[in-house]
């Protein structure tokens, strides 16, 4: 009877860490960098995404920007990167529409910019001054080690 309740346990924790690996390659699937242009007096930002999944196509859908951790909306531009396709293993570079109240560099360093795609995932952009923190900062340079070993990463 031990020897069952051992199997069915090992089986148990075996299938929480694929699950938790799963989770963790689908939020470090696609990354989003960006920067600054000028255009006039107005400034909008150029993108660039990444999709690392090996078998996924992600379609974009909106961009969110907002200040203070998400608690101030700027806007949103639901028309620049709308229905772009995101194929695995590329790289694409977008640019997007001018963004009303941000009119000086400074405040471009305070915006935070969110990719969200049309399944509701939602992939936070880094920019100019802006550091990756908390889990997110390890996941990504986890995801890169593991890219760059020998172990294949599932699609």
């Given at each position: 009877m031990h020897a069952i309740l051992g199997y069915i346990s090992a089986a148990g924790v075996l299938s929480v860490l694929a699950f938790a690996y799963r989770w963790f390659l689908l939020k470090t699937d696609v990354e989003v960098g960006y920067n600054w242009s000028l255009q006039g007096i107005n400034f909008y930002p150029n993108f660039d995404l990444r999709n690392r999944s090996g078998s996924?196509?992600?379609v974009l859908g909106n961009i969110a920007y907002t200040r203070n951790s998400g608690k101030e909306i700027v806007t949103f531009d639901n028309k620049s990167i709308w229905s772009h396709e995101l194929k695995p293993g590329t790289?694409?570079?977008?640019?997007?529409?001018?963004v009303p109240k941000v009119n000086s560099m400074a405040d471009c360093l305070t915006v935070e910019v969110t990719v969200r795609l049309q399944n509701g995932k939602e992939f936070k952009g880094q920019g100019p001054g802006q550091l990756r923190t908390g889990w997110l900062k390890y996941a990504y340079v986890l995801r890169q080690r593991i890219e760059k070993s020998s172990l294949p990463l599932p699609t």
């Open positions: 996924k196509t992600y790289i694409v570079h977008l640019s997007a529409a001018t």
